[in-house]
């Protein structure tokens, strides 16, 4: 996981989540897909989490497998 500043919007991050050499089923019946993510786990007591639901279709937040379909991504 990597988490970066939105230096053009304070107090938001940007988060890839890329998982390598195992089996992460995904379909269309899946979606629409939510990231959630929690810094201060497993309860966020200081309040810092947050959550992207990707409903898409574009240009709204939303997910799209490539060509192979090997990788989904979410924007």
Same mark, same amino acid.
Request: aromatic residues 6%.
């Given at each position: $996981? /990597?988490?970066?500043?939105? %230096?053009? &919007? =304070? %107090?938001?991050?940007?988060?890839?989540? *890329?998982? #390598? +050499? %195992?089996?992460?089923?995904?379909? /269309? &019946? +899946? $979606?629409?897909? !939510? @990231? *959630? $993510?929690?810094?201060?786990?497993?309860? &966020? $007591? *200081? @309040?810092?989490? %947050?959550?992207?639901?990707? =409903?898409?279709?574009?240009? &709204?937040?939303?997910?799209?497998?490539?060509?192979?379909?090997?990788?989904? !991504?979410? #924007?």
């Amino acid at each position: $996981m /990597r988490v970066r500043s939105r %230096g053009a &919007a =304070p %107090g938001r991050l940007r988060f890839v989540v *890329t998982g #390598r +050499h %195992g089996r992460y089923a995904m379909s /269309r &019946a +899946h $979606m629409p897909v !939510k @990231g *959630t $993510m929690i810094i201060y786990s497993p309860l &966020a $007591m *200081t @309040g810092q989490c %947050g959550e992207a639901l990707f =409903p898409g279709p574009a240009p &709204a937040p939303h997910c799209a497998f490539n060509p192979s379909r090997s990788t989904l !991504k979410c #924007r």
